[in-house]
């Protein structure tokens, strides 16, 4: 596959007709990739967390990243989502949207989601309530608390209850949900923004091997819909979704491909996965 990124006018910060294109047209991931990361580096006080890190994520694809602890996993998510700033590299969104030019809320509004490993939702609030509020674009909140919900937004939220599994608990308040139910109300939250590309950290933490099981399904169901980019340690868990893998290890990639290759690399089994 091309890899190629095609030198174009980026989209910058500052630019509201670019962030308007942004929302309202298809991205252009006609070489394949809807994410370019191209030789990103990352120090913090001499210690490079990203050490030239080159990675390619395709147009609806279901990716696994993997390594050890301190391998730059969460560096990494980091950059993408405009919380850290690399010393050096390219990060770009598609063909000519440059992510270091925008800032947290911007590269929100151009279509990447990002779950941490802890779910933040509303307790306070029933999970019906939480997809309503994640849904609103306009986050003042007299315009929120008055809003009135079309027949098209309705629908959205009854199918995202029923990917995540939630139809049920829809009047629950979310602060009696279990772990696990809390974990798909959140990527429900970020799905109800339509993002292009969901980023999900170490999502089955915590959780039982049935909401393991639940949430790989979950994960699967959006492939192809959406990229997805997942950060885990759970092998098992990893096995049963992964298409491809990412292995990294000190800030760049050590290996990738499918799971089978990616176990018997012997790299891989003495710096992470074990003899």
Not at 132 to 139: C, G, N, Q, V
Request: aromatic share 6%; hydrophobic share 40%; proline share 4%.
């Amino acid at each position: 596959m091309n890899r190629v990124r095609e030198t174009g006018t980026p989209k910058v910060l500052g630019d509201d007709a670019a962030l308007d294109t942004i929302e309202d047209t298809d991205l252009d991931t006609s070489h394949g990739p809807i994410l370019y990361l191209e030789d990103v580096t990352v120090s913090f006080d001499g210690f490079k967390a990203l050490n030239g890190l080159t990675l390619y994520i395709d147009d609806g694809e279901l990716r696994c990243i993997i390594g050890p602890n301190g391998a730059g996993k969460t560096t990494m998510m980091d950059v993408i989502t405009g919380k850290t700033r690399p010393d050096k590299g390219t990060v770009y969104f598609g063909q000519i949207i440059d992510l270091l030019q925008l800032d947290e809320p911007d590269i929100a509004q151009a279509g990447i989601g990002r779950k941490f490993q802890k779910p933040s939702v509303f307790e306070q609030q029933t999970v019906y309530e939480n997809l309503e509020l994640a849904m609103h674009t306009d986050k003042r909140v007299w315009p929120t608390l008055f809003a009135k919900l079309s027949g098209e937004q309705r629908d959205g939220i009854a199918e995202v209850l029923q990917l995540t599994g939630l139809t049920e608990q829809r009047n629950q308040r979310a602060g009696a949900l279990s772990h696990g139910e809390k974990q798909w109300l959140e990527i429900g939250m970020l799905l109800m923004q339509k993002p292009k590309l969901l980023l999900v950290d170490e999502p089955v933490a915590g959780m039982t091997r049935q909401e393991i099981e639940r949430t790989a399904e979950l994960l699967l169901a959006l492939e192809g819909k959406h990229s997805v980019v997942v950060v885990e340690h759970d092998m098992e868990f990893v096995r049963s979704i992964a298409r491809k893998v990412t292995v990294l290890h000190e800030g760049a990639v050590l290996t990738e491909g499918h799971m089978k290759e990616v176990q018997r690399n012997p790299k891989v089994i003495e710096i992470y996965l074990g003899a």
